[in-house]
C-alpha cells in the first residue's frame, strides 16, 4: 500500500512529461492522456483512502521513502513522502476537483490549438501540488511549492500572447518568490534549530527550544503563506491571475493551490501552538484579508474578479481559523475542502458564461442569462448560497464553526476577531448576491461588439456541464456531511489535536447572528441591484468603491514604491557601475597614459638634454653613495 | 709641491670638460670637450702614480691616449658625415627622432 | 608507473588543438569534426577519471610526480580530489556542446585573404583552453597551477577579440572596437591578478622552500611550518586577488559584461562556465589550504563582497537592455554565491558551493547557448529588439525558459539543491548574511522573467515573425544539457558522494566544525 | 704628501731597471676571444685585397666560421672544467675564465651568429640595379641622396666593412664581462663601442636618422666613457692598483699594506665610493638603465634594424656580465652602500621605462623602452647578491637575448615602399595578412610581457625569486605593477595585428632569406624551449654562476 503514494505523484508527472516532450503528433489524444493520468492518481488516492479507513486511528498515517535526496554531511534531505488523514483529505480534494477541471478543459480549451500543452501544464501542477501535500519535510514541500507556483505561472500566462497575461503571469510568481523567500528562510531557521526539517522531529521537538525561534519560524511560514494563499500583503497577485483560463482559475486560484497556504500553517501546527505571537499576526492577517477581498469582490464588475476577491476573503476565514490554534484547525480545513467545492463549482459557472459570451467577462454586460442556460444558472446558484451560508449547505457548516472559533478565542481579541468574521459573511452575502443578479437576473444588457458580431448566450457542453454539476452536489451535501456529528472533526484530530472552544455567547445566538447578516447582506444587494435595473457603464460610486475597483489601491502603492523604486534603483546602479567600480580602472589605466605622456616629454630629441640627465643621474648616483655612507 | 693639487686640477678639468659637453651646440666642440675629460682622467692617474709610486698610472695614462686616438678617428668621422649631409655640425639640429 | 590518466586528459586536448590549427584553411569542416571528435575522446577520459576515483580512497588520487624545474623547487605534480574531478568532468562535459553551437560562429567571411584561418584558430583555441583549464584543476604543484592559470588567458583572449558576434548592433567598425576593448580589459584585469598572484606565489617559495600543495599543506598542518601572521595574511591575499579576479567577485566584475557581451555565445559559456571556475576552485583548494589562518581572518570581508556581488549583480541584471550582458551580471550574482559557501566554512556550504560550479556552469550554459542561437537569428543582443519568439519558435522558447527557470534554481533543476546548500550553509554560522542571501532569490525571479516576458511573450514583432525554430544540430546541444539539470536537482547524490570526502578534508584544513544545532547544542 | 713616497719614486729610479720577463700567455683559455679578434682582422685584409664582387660570401662565411670556431672553443673550455673547478685568471690578471665568463660569452657568440645571419639579409630590399642589397648603405662615405651614391647602388657597392665591425665588437664583448681588472674592462669598453657608433650610422633607408643616432650614441657613449675612466682613475687611487682582487683587498681591508703611500688613500673613502659609482654609471649607461637610458630609444630607433638587434641583444649582456663581476668581485664588501642605490635604480629603470613605452607609436622605440623596463627587471636579479642572484641574471640574459634578436628580425620584414614600416598604425591587421609572421612576433611580445611557457616568464620568476630570497620583496612588488604596466603595450600590439582591420595601403610582409629565417626560428624555438623546459639551462647558469676573484 505504500507504495502506492508514489505514483499519485508519478501519474501526473508522466502525463506532464509525455504532453510536454511529445510535440504536436499528440495533439489529437493530448487533453485525454491528461484526463485519464489525472483521474488515475484520483483513483489511486481513493483505494489508498479506502485502506485508510480500514486502519485504526492511531496507524493511519502512513509513509514511503524512495531515495536519499541531498546526502551532505550533517544535512539530510530525502524524498520521502507521507500520507496522514489531512494529506488524504488533500489527496482526494486536489485529484477529485482537478480530474473535474480536466473534464471541464476539454470541452473548454477545444477551440485553443494548443491544448495539449495546457493539459501538460495542468498534469504539471497536479503533480507539483501533491508533492506539496504529500512531502514529509519542509524542503521537498518546499519543492511541490515552487513547483505549483510555476505551474500557476505558465497557466496564468497561458494565452502569453496577451501582454497582460504575460504579466500577471510574472506578478504571480514574483510575489510568490517573496513569500518562498519566507519558507526558506523558516527552513533554514529550522535547520539551525533542530538539524532537521522533516516534520516528525522538528514537531516532535517544538518544546526544546525558546519561544522566540519558534515565533521567527512561525512568522516566516506565515509569510510563506501569505504569498501561496494571496494574504495581504501579498495579495496582490490573484486579482490579475484571473487572466488564465477560467478552469485554471478554478482549479488553482480558488480549490488548491492557494489553500496551500492553510495547509502549511495547520501542517505546524505545533509550531504556532508554541508561539502565540505567530497565532496572533496569523488571526490578523485572515481577518484584514477577509475584509479586503469581501470589499474588492463588492466593487468589481469582471466577474472572475469579482469571485477571485471572494477567494481572497474565503481564504482570510481560513487563515483566521487556523491562527486561533487547535480549536480552529479542523474548521479551516473543513471550510478549506466545501470551499474548493463551491467556489470551483462558481469558477467553473462563470466559465461557462464567458463561453456562452464571447469571452466576456464584464457582469455590467450580462443580466438575464438564466433564461439562456439553466444548467449553470442552478450550478451557480447552488454554489451562491453554499458561500453565503445558506443554511444546511455546505458554506453554513463550515463558516459558522469558524465564526464560532474566533469568538471563542476570548478577551476582546475573540471579539473583535467574531465581529469582523460576522461583517465578512455579510459583506460575502451582498457581494455574492450582486453577482448572482447581475449575470442571471434583469434584463439582457449585452450589445453587439465593436465587429458586429452580437453573443448568443447558450449552454456549454455536456463535458462542461458535468462537473458543475458534481460540484454543485459537493457544495450543497459536503458540509452537512462534514459537520453533522462532527465527522469530519474525528477523521482530522489525531492529526491536527482539536480543542473544543467555549465561546462566550451560545454557539445558536452566534449561528442566528451569522445568518441574520447574511439576509442583510441579500437584502442590500437585492434593494441595488435587484431593484433596479443596472447601469452597463458603472456610475463612478463612491471613494470606497473607486479604491475597491482597484484592489484599495495597493497595487498602486506597488507600483510607485517597489516597481518605479526598483526600476530607479538599477538605473542609478548601472550608472554607478559604468562610471565609478569601471571608471576607477579606466580612470588609473588613462592616468597612467597621461603620465607616459608628459615623461615622454623629456625624450626631446637634443643629445644635450640626455647628456644633463645622464650627468643629474651620476651626481644623484655619487651623493647618494656617499649618503648611504654617510647614515 | 703636493700631488694632491694635480688632482684637484684633474677634478676642474673633468668638470669644466664636462660643462662643456653640456653646454656647447656644435659638435666638434662637445667632442673636444670629452677629449678634455678623457685628459682629466690622464692627469688625474698620473698624478695617483706619482702618489703611490707604481707605474700603473702611467701605463694606463697610455692606453688611454691611445684609446682617445680611437675615438677621435671613429667620431670625427662620424660627425663629417653627418655635417656632411645636412650642413651643420650642431648637436642640436640633430633632433629627428624623439618622445 | 600506471597510465598516466590525467596528463592523457589535459594532453589530448593540447595535441588536438595543435592538430586542428594545422588543418589546411580549405578543409574548414574537417577542422570542426576534428575538434569535436578530440573533444568527446576528452569527454571518455575525463569519464574514465571520473570511474577510477575511489570517493573513500586517499585525498589526492592518480597522482603523478615527476621533477621539472628543481631550481624553481617545481614539480610536475597532478592529483585529484573529489572537487577537481567534478569540475573536470563539467569541462570535459562542456566543451563538445561549445564546440557544436559555435559550429558556424567562425566560418570565414569573404573579405578574410585566404591565409586566414579563422575557423581552425577557432576551435583550436577552444581545445586550448580546454587542455589549459583540465590541468590547472589537476595540477597540486602551485607554481604549475599558476602557470596555466595564467597561459590560459592568451587563447581565451584570443578567442574573445577575434570571434565576436557576427550579427552585432552597430557599425562593424564599432563591433570591433568594442571587441578589442573587452578582449584587452580581460587580459589586462587577470594578467594584474595574476601579477600579484605571482608576487606571493614567490613568496610563498621563500617561506616554504617548495611549491608542493601536500608537502606546504602538510608542514602547515603539523605546524612544522608556522608562517608569521602577515606574511600569511600578505600571501593569502595575493592568491586571492588573483582569484576574485578571475571569480570575479565584485568589485574586480566589470570585465565579465564586457567580455561575455562581446563575445560569441559559446566563448561566453566557456569564460563563465569554465575558466571563471578555476578561480573559485582555487579558492577552495589553494587560499584555504595554504592559508587556513589568514583565510579565517579575511572570512567576514570576503563574505561581505560575495553579498555585494549577490545583490548588486543580480539589481544590474535587472537593469540591462542587452541578453549577454544580463547573463553576465547574472552571473556575477552566482558566483557571489559561490564565494560565500565557499567562506561560510561548513559543510552544506562549502559541498553546495562546489555544486554550484557544476551546476551554474550547465544551467548558464543551457541558457546562453539557447540565447546565442536566439541572437544569431535575429541579429540582435538588445532585448527590446524580440517579442513573441514563443509564438513563432515554441521549443527554442521552451528551452530557453527552463534555462531561466534553472537561472533562477527553481526546485527541481539542479541549481537550486547547490543554491539551497550554499544559503544554510552560510546561514549556520552567519544568519544575518544568509537572510540577506535570500533575496537574491527574489531578484533572480525578476530578472530572468522580465527577459523571458519581453522577448518571448507578448505580440510577435515583425522581424521574428520569419524566425526558424530549433534545428537539430542545436536541440542537441541544448537537450543533454536540460535533461542533466533535472536529473541532477532530482537526484545529486551522485556528484555529492564524490565531493563530500573532499569538502571534510578542507574543513579539517581550516580547524572548523560546523555549528551544532541548537537543540543538539542544548543536550 | 709624505716624503717617503717621494724617496721610494727616486730610488726606484735610481736602480738598475731589472731585466722584465716575458708574460705566460694562457692562449689555449683566451681563445675565443683571439679568434674572433684575428677573423676581425682577416676581415679587414679581405676589404682591402679580396675582389668587391666576392667579399660578401668572404666576410658572412669568415665571420660565420670564426663565431662558430669561437663558440666552439668556448664549449671545449667549459667541458674541461674552465667554468667550474679550473676557474682562474688569465693573461697575468687581466682576464678571468670562470663560470659567468664563459657563458656571458656563449651567449653572445651565439646572438653575434644570428646577428651576422640578419646582417647578411639581402632579399628583404627589392633588387637595386640587378644586384641584391641588404640593409647597410652602398656606400657609407657619400652624402645621402647624393650623386656619389646614386653611383654607388648604380656600381652594386655594398659595406661589407660591417662584417669585421661586428667581429671587433663581438671580441670587446667577450673581453668585457670576463675583464679582471679595470684598465682591461675601460678598453673592452671602447672596443666594442666604437665599431657600434660606426655600425649604427650605415643605414640605407633613413640614413639621416641612422646618421643622428650614431652622433647621439657616439657622444653620450664617450661622455659616459669618460665618467668610467675618471672613476677607474680614483679606485686606481684609492687601491694603488686597477686590478679587481686587489682593490677588494683593499675594500675589505685585508690587504697588507706594502707601501705606506698607499696608506692614506686607502682610508680616504670617498676616492672609492666616487670612484665606483662612477663606473658603475657608465656600465649603467651601456644596459641602458634609467636616468641613462636616454640614447636607447633613440639610438634604436635610428640603428639599421639588424644592428639594433644585435646591440640590444649583446650589449646588455656584455655590460651586465661586467656589472656582475664589478660588484660581486670587486665591491662586495661595499654592498651596504651601493646595495640601497641600486635598488632605486632598478625600481625607476622598471617603472620608467614600462610607463613611457604605453604611449610609443614606433615599433623600434616601443622595444627599446620595454629592453629598459628589462634591464630593470635583470638589475633586480643582480641586486639580490647571492649566487641564484648570478644564475637568475645569466638565464635571464640569455632567455632575453634570443627573444631581442628575433623580434628585431621580424621588424625587418615588414615593409613598405619606405623600407622597413616601424610605425604602429602601419601594423595593424598584419595578422590577417599573415598570420605566421604575426603569430611568431606575437610570441616575442608574450615572452617579452612575461607569459608563463615562454622564456621570459622563466627569467623574470628567476631574477624576482633571487630578488626576494635576497631581501629585496619590495623591488619584486615594483616589478610586478611594472609588468602588469608593460603587459600594456605589449598587449597593445598583439590587438592591433590581430584584431584591427588590415588597412589597405598596409606594408607587405617581405619573405626573408633562410638567414633571417634562422634566426627568427632559433629564436621561437629559444624562446618555448626555456618556457617549457628551463631546468637544463637553469643548471648550466647554476654551475656558471660562480666567480673567480
Redo the contacts between chains.
Keep these: 500500500m505504500d507504495n502506492l503514494i508514489a505514483l499519485l505523484v508519478a501519474a501526473p508527472l508522466l502525463g506532464a512529461a509525455v504532453l ?1 516532450c511529445g510535440g504536436r503528433r499528440l495533439d489529437a489524444v493530448g487533453h485525454w492522456i491528461g484526463t485519464v493520468l489525472a483521474s488515475a492518481s484520483f483513483v489511486i488516492g481513493a483505494i489508498l483512502f479506502a485502506d485508510m479507513l480500514g486502519k485504526d486511528e492511531e496507524h493511519r498515517a502512513i509513509g514511503q521513502h524512495l ?9 539530510q534531505a530525502d ?1 520521502a513522502f507521507q500520507l496522514d488523514q489531512l494529506s488524504m483529505t488533500f489527496v482526494l480534494l486536489i485529484t477529485g476537483v482537478g480530474s473535474l477541471i480536466h473534464v471541464y478543459s476539454i470541452g473548454y480549451m477545444e477551440h485553443d490549438e494548443r491544448r495539449r500543452r495546457f493539459f501538460g501544464y495542468l498534469n504539471l501542477f497536479l503533480a507539483a501540488m501533491l508533492l506539496l501535500v504529500l512531502a514529509d519535510n519542509y ?1 521537498l514541500l ?2 511541490g ?3 505549483v507556483g ?1 505551474a500557476s ?1 505558465l497557466l496564468i ?1 497561458f494565452w ?2 496577451k ?1 497582460s ?3 500577471a ?2 506578478k504571480a ?2 510575489v510568490n ?2 513569500g ?2 519566507g519558507l ?2 523558516a ?2 531557521l529550522m ?6 526539517f522533516a516534520f516528525g522531529p522538528v514537531l516532535e ?1 517544538t518544546g ?2 525558546g519561544e522566540g ?1 519558534l515565533t521567527a519560524i512561525g512568522l516566516m511560514l506565515l509569510l510563506a503563506a501569505c504569498g501561496k494563499s494571496a494574504q495581504v500583503p501579498l495579495q496582490s497577485w490573484l486579482g490579475d491571475a484571473m487572466e488564465g483560463p477560467t478552469p485554471v482559475s478554478a482549479l488553482i486560484h480558488a480549490a488548491t493551490m492557494v489553500t496551500a497556504g492553510v495547509y502549511l500553517i495547520v501542517r505546524s501546527g505545533e509550531i504556532f501552538n508554541a508561539a502565540p505571537d505567530a497565532q496572533l499576526v496569523t488571526t490578523v492577517v485572515g481577518a484584514v484579508t477577509l475584509l479586503f477581498g469581501a470589499i474588492v469582490g463588492c466593487a468589481k464588475d469582471d466577474i472572475k474578479k469579482a469571485l477571485a476577491g471572494s477567494t481572497m476573503s474565503q481564504i482570510g476565514y481560513m487563515i483566521l481559523a487556523a491562527g486561533l490554534g487547535p480549536i480552529g484547525y479542523v474548521f479551516a480545513i473543513m471550510h478549506l475542502v466545501t470551499h474548493g467545492f463551491f467556489k470551483a463549482g462558481l469558477f467553473l459557472g462563470a466559465g461557462s458564461v464567458m463561453h456562452g459570451m464571447n469571452d466576456e467577462v464584464d457582469m455590467r454586460k450580462y443580466g438575464g442569462l438564466r433564461k439562456h442556460m439553466p444548467v449553470t444558472f442552478v450550478t451557480f446558484g447552488l454554489g451562491y448560497l453554499a458561500i453565503i451560508g445558506f443554511p444546511g449547505l455546505s458554506g453554513f457548516f463550515s463558516k459558522d464553526k469558524i465564526i464560532e472559533a474566533a469568538f471563542a478565542k476570548g478577551g476582546t481579541e475573540g471579539w473583535i476577531l467574531g465581529s469582523v468574521a460576522l461583517l465578512g459573511a455579510a459583506i460575502t452575502a451582498f457581494y455574492m448576491t450582486r453577482v448572482m443578479l447581475m449575470t442571471f437576473f434583469g434584463e439582457k444588457r449585452w450589445q453587439p461588439d465593436e465587429k458586429g458580431n452580437e453573443p448568443h448566450p447558450h449552454e456549454s457542453p455536456r463535458s462542461m456541464t458535468i462537473p458543475m454539476i458534481v460540484l454543485a452536489f459537493g457544495s450543497v451535501f459536503a458540509g452537512g456531511f462534514f459537520g453533522i456529528g462532527d465527522r469530519f472533526l474525528h477523521w482530522l484530530e489525531p492529526v491536527t489535536e482539536h480543542a473544543h472552544g467555549h465561546p462566550p455567547i451560545g454557539a445558536t445566538a452566534i449561528t442566528l447572528s451569522t445568518v441574520t447578516v447574511m439576509i442583510v447582506g441579500v437584502g442590500l444587494a437585492y434593494l441595488q441591484y435587484g431593484r433596479r435595473p443596472v447601469p452597463v457603464v458603472a456610475p463612478r460610486g463612491s471613494l470606497l468603491t473607486r479604491a475597491a475597483r482597484r484592489d484599495l489601491l495597493q497595487d498602486d502603492f506597488n507600483h510607485v514604491v517597489l516597481v518605479r523604486g ?1 526600476e530607479h ?3 542609478s ?2 550608472y554607478v ?1 559604468h562610471t565609478l ?2 571608471g576607477v ?1 579606466n580612470g588609473t ?1 588613462a592616468s ?2 597621461g ?3 608628459r ?20 651626481a ?3 651623493a ?3 649618503l ?2 654617510a647614515v | 709641491m703636493n700631488p694632491v693639487n694635480y688632482l684637484y686640477l684633474a677634478a676642474l678639468l673633468f668638470t669644466i670638460g664636462a660643462s662643456g659637453v653640456l653646454i656647447r651646440r656644435n659638435a666638434i666642440v662637445v667632442f673636444m670637450c670629452i677629449e678634455l675629460m678623457l685628459n682629466a682622467c690622464n692627469l688625474a692617474f698620473v698624478a695617483f702614480s706619482r702618489m703611490h709610486g707604481n707605474l700603473d698610472g702611467q701605463i694606463i695614462a697610455f692606453f688611454t691616449m691611445v684609446v682617445a686616438a680611437a675615438e677621435v678617428v671613429v667620431g670625427l668621422a662620424i660627425i663629417v658625415s653627418l655635417f656632411r649631409s645636412r650642413h651643420s655640425a650642431s648637436v642640436d639640429d640633430a633632433s629627428l627622432m624623439k618622445l | 608507473m600506471s597510465f598516466p590518466l590525467l596528463t592523457a586528459t589535459a594532453a589530448l586536448p593540447a595535441i588536438g588543438a595543435i592538430a586542428t590549427a594545422a588543418v589546411p584553411a580549405a578543409r574548414r569542416t574537417a577542422a570542426k569534426w576534428l575538434a569535436l571528435l578530440v573533444s568527446l575522446a576528452t569527454l571518455a577520459l575525463a569519464v574514465i577519471v571520473l570511474v577510477r576515483f575511489d570517493p573513500d580512497g586517499d585525498r589526492y588520487q592518480l597522482t603523478e610526480s615527476h621533477s621539472w624545474i628543481k631550481d624553481f623547487g617545481v614539480r610536475y605534480e597532478l592529483g585529484v580530489d573529489g572537487i577537481a574531478v567534478a569540475l573536470i568532468a563539467l569541462t570535459a562535459l562542456l566543451i563538445p556542446f561549445v564546440i557544436l553551437a559555435g559550429w558556424h560562429d567562425a566560418d570565414p567571411l569573404e573579405t578574410h585573404s585566404s591565409r586566414w584561418r579563422p575557423t581552425q584558430g577557432f576551435f583550436a583555441l577552444i581545445l586550448a583552453v580546454e587542455a589549459m583549464v583540465i590541468i590547472s584543476f589537476e595540477a597540486t604543484d602551485v607554481f604549475l597551477f599558476y602557470i596555466f592559470f595564467e597561459a590560459m588567458l592568451i587563447p581565451m583572449y584570443f578567442l574573445i577579440g577575434g570571434f565576436g558576434d557576427r550579427a552585432h548592433a552597430g557599425s562593424d567598425e564599432h563591433a570591433a572596437a568594442q571587441r578589442s576593448y573587452a578582449a584587452v580589459k580581460f587580459l589586462l584585469y587577470n594578467l594584474a591578478g595574476g601579477l600579484i598572484m605571482l608576487a606571493a606565489v614567490i613568496g610563498l617559495y621563500v617561506v616554504a622552500g617548495n611549491f608542493s600543495l601536500q608537502e606546504i599543506a602538510e608542514a602547515r598542518a603539523n605546524g612544522s611550518l608556522d608562517m608569521a601572521t602577515n606574511t600569511e595574511r600578505w600571501l593569502f591575499l595575493g592568491f586571492f586577488f588573483a582569484f576574485a579576479v578571475k571569480a570575479p567577485l565584485w568589485p574586480l566584475h566589470t570585465w565579465l559584461p564586457n567580455a561575455m557581451g562581446e563575445s560569441t555565445a559559446p566563448v561566453a559559456v566557456l569564460i563563465t562556465a569554465v575558466v571563471d571556475k578555476v578561480g573559485t576552485f582555487a579558492m577552495l583548494r589553494f587560499c584555504l589550504q595554504l592559508f587556513p589562518e589568514a583565510s579565517k581572518w579575511a572570512t567576514p570581508a570576503i563574505l561581505v563582497l560575495a553579498l555585494i556581488s549577490i545583490i548588486y549583480g543580480a539589481l544590474l541584471a535587472v537593469g540591462q537592455r542587452d541578453i549577454k550582458r544580463l547573463v553576465a551580471y547574472a552571473s556575477i550574482s552566482h558566483f557571489g554565491f559561490i564565494i560565500m559557501g565557499i567562506f561560510a566554512m561548513t559543510s552544506q556550504g562549502q559541498s553546495g558551493a562546489t555544486l554550484y560550479m557544476v551546476n551554474h556552469g550547465i544551467s548558464t550554459a543551457a541558457l546562453m547557448l539557447v540565447a546565442g542561437f536566439l541572437i544569431t537569428r535575429r541579429g540582435s543582443r538588445l532585448i527590446a529588439d524580440y517579442g513573441g519568439v514563443q509564438k513563432v519558435a515554441p521549443v527554442l522558447a521552451g528551452t530557453f525558459l527552463i534555462g531561466s527557470l534553472a537561472t533562477l534554481s527553481l526546485p527541481g533543476l539542479a541549481p537550486f539543491v547547490s543554491e539551497f546548500l550554499v544559503l544554510i550553509g552560510t546561514f549556520a554560522r552567519y544568519p544575518v548574511i544568509g537572510i540577506i542571501a535570500t533575496f537574491g532569490i527574489v531578484l533572480a525571479a525578476l530578472y530572468t522573467l522580465v527577459l523571458y516576458q519581453r522577448t518571448m511573450t507578448g505580440p510577435v514583432k515583425p522581424e521574428v515573425s520569419a524566425m526558424p525554430d530549433l534545428k537539430v544540430r542545436e536541440l542537441v546541444v541544448v537537450a543533454p544539457l536540460i535533461a542533466l539539470l533535472i536529473f541532477l536537482g532530482v537526484y545529486p547524490k551522485p556528484l555529492t558522494d564524490i565531493v563530500n570526502p573532499a569538502v571534510k578534508q578542507t574543513m579539517s584544513d581550516v580547524h572548523k566544525k560546523d555549528p551544532k544545532p541548537e537543540v543538539e547544542a542544548a543536550k | 704628501m709624505s716624503t717617503t713616497a717621494v724617496h721610494s719614486l727616486w730610488t726606484t729610479a735610481a736602480d738598475p731597471i731589472q731585466k722584465i720577463d716575458a708574460p705566460n700567455i694562457e692562449y689555449g683559455q683566451l681563445a675565443p676571444t683571439l679568434i674572433v679578434i684575428g677573423a676581425a682582422v682577416i676581415g679587414i685584409l679581405v676589404e682591402a685585397f679580396v675582389p668587391r664582387r666576392s667579399r660578401y660570401y668572404v666576410q658572412v662565411f669568415v665571420s660565420v666560421v670564426a663565431l662558430a670556431a669561437a663558440f666552439a672553443a668556448v664549449v671545449a673550455l667549459a667541458a674541461s672544467g674552465y667554468g667550474t673547478t679550473k676557474a682562474g685568471i688569465a693573461a697575468m690578471g687581466a682576464v678571468a675564465v670562470d663560470g659567468p665568463a664563459l657563458f656571458l660569452q656563449g651567449v653572445i657568440l651565439l646572438a653575434g651568429v644570428l646577428g651576422v645571419f640578419t646582417f647578411a639579409e639581402r632579399r628583404l630590399d627589392p633588387v637595386a640595379h640587378g644586384n641584391r642589397v641588404d640593409s647597410f648603405a652602398a656606400q657609407a662615405a657619400s652624402v645621402p641622396g647624393s650623386d656619389s651614391e646614386k653611383a654607388a647602388v648604380k656600381a652594386g657597392f655594398t659595406t661589407t666593412e660591417v662584417f669585421p665591425l661586428l667581429l671587433f665588437a663581438i671580441g670587446g664583448m667577450l673581453v668585457f664581462p670576463a675583464a679582471n681588472d679595470l684598465l682591461t674592462l675601460f678598453i673592452a669598453l671602447e672596443v666594442f663601442s666604437l665599431p657600434l657608433y660606426l655600425l649604427c650610422a650605415v643605414a640605407r633607408r633613413k640614413r639621416i636618422m641612422s646618421q643622428e643616432a650614431a652622433v647621439k650614441y657616439f657622444l653620450l657613449g664617450a661622455f659616459a666613457s669618460a665618467f668610467t675612466l675618471f672613476g677607474i682613475a680614483l679606485l686606481y687611487g684609492y687601491a694603488g692598483s686597477v686590478s679587481y682582487a686587489t682593490i677588494a683587498q683593499v675594500v675589505d681591508g685585508t690587504v697588507e699594506t706594502v707601501n705606506p703611500a698607499l696608506a692614506d688613500t686607502m682610508g680616504n673613502d670617498a676616492l672609492l665610493l666616487i670612484g665606483a659609482a662612477m663606473v658603475v654609471m657608465g656600465l649603467l649607461f651601456k644596459v641602458g638603465a634609467v636616468p641613462f637610458h636616454m640614447w636607447t630609444p633613440d639610438v634604436y630607433q635610428g640603428a639599421p634594424t639588424p644592428v639594433t638587434g644585435f646591440m640590444a641583444a649583446a650589449t646588455k649582456v656584455a655590460a651586465f656580465g661586467a656589472l656582475l663581476r664589478l660588484l660581486y668581485v670587486v665591491l662586495p664588501g661595499l654592498r651596504w652602500d651601493w646595495r640601497p642605490v641600486m635598488m632605486g635604480v632598478a625600481v625607476v629603470t622598471m617603472l620608467g621605462g614600462a610607463i613611457v613605452a604605453i604611449t610609443q607609436t614606433d615599433i623600434k622605440r616601443l622595444l627599446a623602452y620595454s629592453s629598459i623596463a628589462h634591464a630593470g627587471f635583470i638589475l633586480a636579479g643582480v641586486i639580490a647578491m647571492t649566487p641564484d642572484g648570478v644564475s637568475s641574471v645569466l638565464f635571464y640574459l640569455g632567455a632575453y637575448s634570443f627573444v631581442t634578436i628575433g623580434a628585431f628580425a621580424v621588424v625587418t620584414l615588414v615593409r613598405d615602399a619606405g623600407g622597413e614600416a616601424t610605425h604602429l598604425s602601419k601594423w595593424a591587421g598584419l595578422g590577417r595578412r599573415s598570420p605566421l609572421v604575426a603569430a611568431v612576433f606575437a610570441v616575442y611580445l608574450l615572452a617579452f610581457a612575461g607569459i608563463p611557457l615562454t622564456s621570459g616568464f622563466a627569467g623574470k620568476f628567476a631574477v624576482f625569486k633571487a630578488a626576494a630570497e635576497g631581501g629585496a620583496g619590495a623591488l619584486v612588488v615594483v616589478g610586478v605593477i611594472s609588468s602588469a604596466i608593460a603587459a600594456f603595450f605589449y598587449i597593445r600590439v598583439i590587438v592591433l595585428m590581430f584584431f584591427s582591420e588590415p588597412r589597405p595601403e598596409g606594408p607587405t610582409v617581405a619573405v626573408p632569406s633562410p638567414l633571417t629565417m634562422t634566426a627568427i626560428a632559433v629564436g621561437v624555438a629559444v624562446t618555448l624551449v626555456l618556457g617549457v623546459a628551463p631546468q637544463y639551462f637553469l643548471d648550466l647558469a647554476g654551475q656558471a654562476g660562480v666567480f673567480v676573484r
Design positions: 510536454l531515495f536519499s535526496w541531498i546526502p551532505v554531511e550533517g544535512f524524498v524542503l518546499y519543492v511549492w515552487e513547483g510555476l505561472y500566462g502569453q500572447h501582454p497575461a504575460a504579466t503571469a510574472k510568481f514574483l518568490r517573496v518562498d523567500m526558506s528562510i527552513i533554514m535547520f539551525t534549530t533542530f538539524g532537521t521537538a526544546e527550544t525561534k526598483g534603483l538599477t538605473r546602479l548601472v557601475d567600480v569601471d580602472v589605466a597612467m597614459g603620465l607616459s605622456g615623461l615622454r616629454k623629456l625624450q626631446n630629441g637634443y643629445a644635450r638634454s640626455y647628456a644633463v640627465s645622464m650627468f643629474g643621474g651620476a644623484i648616483l655619487i647618494a653613495t656617499l648611504m655612507r
